[in-house]
């Protein structure tokens, strides 16, 4: 692989890594309440059949 060929491929890596790093965070958090409710959720459920 050329440089010039390598330098779109390093631009593309380089914005993914940041957008990952700018969203990562936030969404772990959304991601991380949504498995409580969703434990409450079960957590409910479970109870409802008992």
Same mark, same amino acid.
């Given at each position: 692989? &050329? %440089? /010039?060929? %390598? ?5 593309? #890596? *380089?914005? #993914?890594?940041t957008m990952t790093k700018l969203f990562a965070q936030p969404l772990e958090r959304? !991601?991380? &309440? !949504? @498995? =409580? =409710?969703? @434990? =409450? !959720?079960? *957590?409910?459920?479970?109870? *409802?059949? /008992?």
């Amino acid at each position: 692989m &050329q %440089a /010039a060929e %390598a330098w779109p491929l390093a631009m593309l #890596v *380089g914005s #993914v890594w940041t957008m990952t790093k700018l969203f990562a965070q936030p969404l772990e958090r959304h !991601l991380n &309440q !949504l @498995d =409580r =409710r969703i @434990d =409450r !959720l079960e *957590g409910k459920m479970n109870e *409802g059949f /008992a």
